[in-house]
């Protein structure tokens, strides 16, 4: 299974962007996807996910600017991002847990990241 992310690149503070992932190769069911952020001397933190349902969760700071959906097919997630801030700036990185066979268990998988800078 290989995650491709893409779209990052730099803009001015209050600008967007719309980071793409498909995920490829041979498996049963894709559950929730997402993506995660890690600014140079951070920890990765999840930035928002969503499940097969479409029920989402964000952090704090990406709520009323984000928005993480999923492609007509199960295998794509895009993250919407507007009004961006230079604390926004990371390396963006998508997950997501997939199952390979029926009634096994789903695994994590990730992304290589595409880089994300807000500044003037």
């Known amino acids: 299974v290989h995650l491709q992310a893409s779209g990052g690149g730099s803009v001015q503070p209050g600008g967007s962007l719309r980071l793409s992932c498909i995920a490829s190769?041979?498996?049963?069911?894709?559950?929730?996807m997402g993506w995660y952020r890690q600014g140079s001397e951070d920890q990765r933190e999840l930035v928002a996910i969503?499940?097969?349902?479409?029920?989402?969760r964000y952090v704090e700071s990406a709520k009323g600017r984000f928005t993480i959906s999923r492609g007509n097919g199960e295998n794509t997630v895009y993250l919407q991002m507007t009004t961006l801030r230079p604390e926004d700036t990371a390396v963006y990185y998508c997950?997501?847990?997939?199952?390979?066979?029926?009634?096994?268990?789903?695994?994590?998988?990730w992304g290589q990241g595409t880089l994300v800078t807000v500044s003037s």
């Open positions: 190769g041979s498996f049963f069911r894709i559950g929730v």
């Open positions: 969503i499940d097969s349902d479409g029920t989402t």
């Open positions: 997950n997501a847990r997939i199952s390979h066979y029926k009634g096994s268990p789903d695994y994590p998988y």
